[in-house]
């Protein structure tokens, strides 16, 4: 079972975090999961960018983001290269490191 390594992020887990994640399972529903409320505003239909995270370990072992994610991306708070949306990226069989950014253009936590 892979594992992804959460760092640490002061609001959602400060300490930061290991959990096991399930093949085929988003970093979003794996990080809920395990008590790591990221947010989360669209309810995961790839709606906003809220979710979003930076790959920092793994992100090759992903499937690629299709064009609807990329489109999203685009207008993320602190884009990188190995950007993604927690809620469309897909946990394969190798172990993920993550960082969630220090911000979300969200005007309003929703607190699910």
């Not at 489109?71 to 990188?80: N, P, V």
Request: charged share 30%.
């Amino acid at each position: 079972m892979p594992q992804i390594v959460f760092l640490p992020h002061p609001e959602h887990c400060p300490e930061g975090a290991v959990i096991e994640a399930e093949r085929g399972e988003t970093i979003c529903d794996a990080a809920l999961r395990n008590g790591i409320d990221i947010e989360h505003a669209c309810e995961k239909s790839c709606a906003c960018t809220t979710c979003h995270v930076v790959v920092r370990e793994g992100f090759n072992s992903m499937e690629p983001s299709d064009e609807l994610e990329d489109d999203m991306l685009d207008k993320a708070w602190g884009l990188e290269p190995d950007s993604r949306l927690s809620c469309q990226a897909v946990v394969a069989d190798s172990d993920l490191v993550v960082e969630i950014p220090k911000y979300t253009i969200n005007q309003v936590s929703e607190r699910h």
